[in-house]
């Protein structure tokens, strides 16, 4: 029964990270992050239950650190200019959204309010400060189910 219960498991886990895969396929094209978000988690999904996805995730984790720390040096006035950047994006997008109808208008709104939200999120580490968070949540989560299951 042990056996069943771990072949469930991964079963489970790579039949969500194909969707994932799927999803970065059908949705990969589109502007803005596209299917990188998507990739990422059914990369993670697999590294769960095989080694060589969780080499491949650890590299990409440490690509991505080395390249946010180039883009966002720990200068305060270079912090600044970013928040108020992309502050200031948000709300001239926020603006052409409610102003036109255009089809064209509101996708390139829409698609800054997103890349403004991303370097507003990055910059100041607030989006790690986010994913601890979610990390936290996560291992309550895995230990309140461990001990249901």
Sequence with gaps: ?????????????????VLC?????????????????????????????????ERWLSTAKLKGVSIKKWLFPNIEWIKRAYDIVATTAMITASLLLYKFD?????GFAILVIFFSLFIFLVNRNRFDSFSKLLKKIYRRTTKFLKHKL
Excluded: T, Y
């Design 1 to 17: 029964m042990n056996w069943l219960k771990r072949f469930g498991k991964i079963f489970v886990f790579d039949f969500l990270a």
């Design 102 to 106: 255009s089809r064209l208008i509101e």
């Design 21 to 53: 895969f799927i999803g970065v396929i059908l949705f990969g094209w589109l502007p803005g992050p596209g299917g990188i978000p998507l990739f990422l988690l059914g990369l993670s999904l697999l590294a769960v239950n095989h080694d060589w996805a």
